[in-house]
């Protein structure tokens, strides 16, 4: 069955995907090393300030020395994402330079990153995948037959939950992830969709939008739990004494109703409502939740 992964809030060790992998030239034809991003990446906590370590693969070719010894250099920046505050950090090679094999080797680069840092990175991908980008030097410290210099650039793909998970073990934040299965139900797929539809609108800055997607997603569920009816006999009872259907009844329709002020503009009363992206993003999770618990129901 296909599921809709919604990725809810912010949130040590991850894994990323393989971006394209960044080639540096030596002399007109001598020999190039090749460096990739791999699927392994590290937090080491600090205070207010924690290491990030991300890890390569390095691969030489053509006429290079064995073990000629390379120094490592470059800077971390967010890609493609629309913030101007790109700049990440500094990267380093914690372990002193490399030596060329001709075999793969693996070469470790850290940076630093402050809970300030993260947070502002949170909002920026907004429960997307984060991508980074390395900016890298290669200084050969032996070379006297070509410029001893190249620079390249390596794309790195962070997907969200491994992100999400990370941050979460340096306690930094929490996130929830909900599976919502776009199934047979017309109705319910399409609610599905709107939910991630909604996401997006959240990265794009569009939060009345996504809370308005939020509020038609519940739509499926109120038909389903005969969300009304329950409604109005729970408001006759005391609070106390709802039964677990009501209060959920309850829980269901006062979301309607809030959400209910995104799309419509009543004179003196939801003309005023203002969304902000905590607003659309708690509208989301909650829309989602609701509409994930059809699936147990009959």
């Keep these: 069955m296909p599921l809709v992964l919604v990725g809810l809030t912010p949130s040590g ?32 906590r600090g205070w207010d300030v924690h290491r990030l370590a991300l890890t390569f693969e390095v691969h030489p070719h053509g006429d290079y020395a064995e073990d000629a010894p390379f120094f490592v250099s470059g800077t971390l920046w967010t890609h493609d994402m629309p913030t101007p505050a790109s700049w990440v950090g500094v990267l380093h090679a914690t372990s002193g ?8 080797t693996m070469l470790t680069l850290e940076t630093t990153v402050t809970d300030q840092q993260l947070r502002g990175l949170e909002k920026m991908r907004a429960g997307a995948d984060l991508t980074l980008r390395a900016d890298l030097t290669l ?21 969200h939950a491994t992100w999400s998970n990370a941050i979460t ?13 776009l199934t047979e139900v017309e109705a319910r797929a399409t609610a599905a969709r709107r939910i991630r539809e909604a996401k997006t609108a959240i990265r ?31 408001q006759k ?62």
């Excluded at 490399?98 to 793969?104: T, V």
């Excluded at 073990?169 to 299965?181: C, E, K, N, R, S």
């Excluded at 006062?254 to 004179?267: E, R, T, V």
């Design 13 to 44: 060790k991850a894994s990323i995907r393989r971006g394209t992998m960044a080639n540096f030239q030596f002399g007109s034809n001598s020999y190039n090393v090749n460096i990739r991003a791999q699927q392994h990446v590290n937090f080491y």
């Design 97 to 104: 330079p490399i030596g060329l094999k001709s075999f793969g």
């Design 139 to 159: 200084t050969a410290l032996t070379e006297t037959k070509s410029w001893p210099v190249a620079s390249d650039q390596e794309v790195i793909r962070i997907p």
């Design 169 to 181: 073990q340096l306690d930094a934040g929490a996130f929830v992830d909900v599976l919502v299965p």
């Design 204 to 234: 794009d800055g569009r939060y009345e939008h996504a809370v308005s997607l939020a509020r038609a997603a519940l739509d499926p569920v109120r038909e389903a739990c005969n969300t009304q009816n329950v409604y109005n006999q729970a």
């Design 237 to 298: 009872k005391n609070a106390k004494d709802r039964d677990q259907a009501e209060r959920w009844a309850m829980l269901t329709q006062s979301a309607f109703a809030l959400f209910s002020g995104a799309p419509h503009d009543d004179a003196g009363t939801t003309e005023h409502f203002a969304w902000t992206r905590a607003d659309a993003v708690a509208a989301v999770a909650t829309a989602a939740g609701l509409l994930a618990r059809l699936e147990d129901l009959p």
